[in-house]
Every structure is written in structure tokens, then in C-alpha cells.
């Protein structure tokens, strides 16, 4: 007997809401939806501490691959300034939580009541 599954168009159907962040006082708008294989990538070369140029490469990708192109170029300018400084904690923390709206899980276990 032979073995098949049919996957679907995955969550096409399912409608994105917008999702944008803020900092410095300027606004990013962010796609509502992301290829999987985005995250995959981010999760892989992240974890490689053997090449940490690899890991902070695959961040800045995801950055160009998630904000829309007019926040990109913003976004992009802003982390290179000189004025304002956005340090490497807020930077993960913008890819934390960014992961989390896109795979609809937190990243962090909830705190205990």
C-alpha cells in the first residue's frame, strides 16, 4: 500500500494580523506572515557558536527578510547610527519576541501563579 499525505497550502486560509514594533520612537512594520524555513535558518546558525559571525549574519537576514522593505530601510539605518545606539540585547529581544508572533509560541515559559 502505498503512503501519501497531502499537506494543503498550510495556513493560507487563516488571516495575519498586522504586526509591527516600535524603538527609538519609530515604528516598523513587519510581513503578517513568514516562511517557515526563515525560522528554521534563524534557529540553526543561531545555535552555532562554533561561528558566531554565521549567527549574528542570519539575524541581520531576518531582519531584511521580515520588515517590509520601507521599514527594512529604516530599520536598517537606525541600527547603524551613531546616535542611537540599539545594543545586542534589544536586538534579541526584538527576534524573541518577533519568533514568537510568527510561530504563535512563546519563547519563554509562562511564569508560575
Keep these: 500500500m502505498a503512503r501519501f ?20 520612537g519609530e515604528e516598523f512594520s513587519c510581513k503578517p506572515k ?14 552555532a557558536q562554533d561561528n558566531p559571525g554565521e549567527a549574528a549574519a542570519i539575524v541581520n537576514k531576518f531582519f531584511e527578510l521580515v520588515l517590509v522593505p520601507e521599514s527594512y530601510t ?7 547610527s551613531d ?11 526584538i ?14 515559559r509562562p511564569a508560575a501563579s
Excluded: C
Excluded at 13 to 20: H, I, Q, V
Excluded at 34 to 46: A, F, H, I, N, T
Excluded at 74 to 80: C, I, N, P
Design 5 to 24: 499525505r497531502d499537506f494543503g497550502s498550510g495556513n493560507q486560509d487563516k488571516p495575519a494580523e498586522p504586526l509591527s514594533f516600535k524603538l527609538h
Design 34 to 47: 513568514m516562511q517557515g524555513r526563515v525560522l528554521l535558518d534563524l534557529v540553526s546558525k543561531s545555535s
Design 74 to 80: 529604516r530599520f536598517d539605518a537606525l541600527v547603524q
Design 83 to 93: 546616535d542611537k545606539i540599539v545594543d545586542v540585547e534589544q536586538l534579541s529581544e
Design 95 to 108: 527576534v524573541g519576541w518577533l519568533v514568537e508572533q510568527y510561530s504563535d509560541r512563546p519563547t519563554q
